[in-house]
């Protein structure tokens, strides 16, 4: 007898406030009270607990703008602490993948789980236990919707988020009814493909909720919306057109830049960035398997005459993803661009035009056996890095960690879980 294959269903696993869920698992006291996570520089808003929220604190609004708010209701603050979030944000992924053999990571706190072939007889009750386990294990609290579709999925994890954090899961995948309770709640600026541009002008034509969008016909969706308009609605009907990726597209640019905390001048000191940032970006792009071409030196000062060498370009021969070789071209660039008169505000390094490295070419001079040497050696130093989460290994001519150029985190929390020396002690 052949099998039958079953209707896909998706799960959207969706941590709420995430930067704020971590920063309190560390500061349960924090809990119910007003919190806001600014970014880089400490310059503006970029996560708020849902009592910020209930204030009126926007999302995305220079900090300077709300102090009297924050000082006013008494608002935590944090400085940004990205390899915090992003380390705990990789301990509920192995949690999803140990619960699904099929996880598409969406963001840093988005998941999509293909679980159509896990049986599962309650689909609510299986995506509260999950959530009780990594609300447990990871202390970070989030919602999960389940549906025949990513859309609908997406759809359903804000619903429950929004209406009943408690409750925890949503599932509109075996109840049509409830896909339309979904729809009717939902507005259509919210819908997930639906664009700033593209909302205005379907409230206009009367398309207020996802619901009146599923009842458009398809050949208007098409000439309206393009293809992927067209998908997005049969995916609110409860058709399955967006698959789970696995692994997604290499990305085709690989860049690393920072704004400084302060403005700076002395040369050595922008060459540290630099040559951090050429590190940083030739260890993503080994991890991507490839090798660039172009290496691409970006600088910013803070004179108000005309900018002049702010982008250098170095060709490689042969291409490489080489730290040495990818730090000495950013550098030679920065030489270029560098001027002793103004003081600078923002560096970077790009690395262009990609391609796989199982296309690397040998040059007259090259040798095969030193090529192996300097390849064996990168693996060495990523691996190492990467199990002890780490930049230890590096190049002397990267930073300290008293550089400086750093960004402005007057107010970021401890490295609970990515340094030894700032682990919470029990007593």
């Not at 999302?59 to 390899?83: A, C, Q, W």
């Not at 206009?204 to 050949?219: A, M, N």
């Not at 290994?393 to 490295?415: D, G, M």
């Amino acid at each position: 007898m052949k099998n039958v294959a079953r209707a896909p269903v998706f799960a959207l696993v969706d941590c709420n406030n995430f930067f704020v869920s971590c920063e309190r698992v560390f500061r349960p006291d924090l809990a119910g009270k007003p919190v806001v996570v600014l970014s880089n520089n400490d310059a503006c808003v970029v996560a708020r607990s849902n009592e910020s929220k209930a204030l009126g604190v926007p999302m995305g609004v220079p900090y300077f703008e709300i102090r009297d708010m924050v000082k006013k209701h008494n608002i935590t603050l944090f400085s940004g602490n990205f390899p915090l979030y992003g380390d705990f944000s990789q301990r509920v992924v192995q949690l999803l993948q140990a619960a699904c053999p099929t996880v598409e990571v969406y963001s840093v706190d988005e998941s999509f789980l293909e679980i159509s072939d896990l049986l599962i007889p309650d689909y609510e009750v299986w995506g509260r236990e999950l959530r009780e386990k990594i609300l447990q294990w990871t202390g970070i609290p989030v919602s999960i919707g389940i549906a025949p579709s990513k859309t609908l999925a997406k759809a359903a994890a804000d619903y429950v988020k929004k209406t009943d954090p408690t409750r925890g899961a949503f599932s509109v995948a075996t109840d049509d009814s409830k896909r339309l309770e979904l729809l009717t709640w939902l507005p259509v600026r919210d819908v997930w493909g639906v664009g700033r541009a593209s909302a205005p002008k379907m409230q206009s034509r009367g398309i207020r909720t996802g619901y009146d969008l599923s009842l458009v016909s398809d050949e208007w969706a098409l000439r309206q919306l393009t293809i992927r308009g067209l998908r997005m609605v049969r995916e609110l009907r409860g058709e399955s057109c967006v698959p789970i990726e696995h692994g997604g597209e290499p990305q085709k640019t690989i860049m690393h830049s920072r704004s400084f905390g302060h403005s700076i001048r002395n040369y050595y000191e922008i060459e540290g960035a630099v040559a951090t940032f050429a590190a940083q970006a030739a260890a993503k792009l080994r991890a991507q398997s490839e090798l660039a071409r172009r290496v691409v030196t970006y600088v910013q000062h803070s004179g108000h005459s005309p900018y002049r060498g702010l982008w250098q370009a170095t060709r490689l021969h042969p291409a490489s993803n080489d730290t040495g070789v990818i730090i000495e071209a950013a550098v030679n660039n920065l030489q270029q661009a560098f001027d002793p008169e103004f003081g600078y505000k923002k560096a970077g390094v790009a690395l262009l035009d990609l391609h796989a490295q199982t296309a690397r070419q040998l040059t007259f001079t090259d040798k095969p056996a030193n090529i192996d040497r300097r390849v064996h050696l990168m693996n060495t130093i990523d691996t190492l890095n990467t199990r002890y989460n780490t930049r230890l290994v590096r190049h002397a001519s990267e930073h300290v960690e008293t550089a400086r150029w750093h960004s402005k985190r007057q107010l970021r929390s401890q490295s609970y879980t990515t340094k030894w020396s700032e682990l919470r002690a029990v007593r």
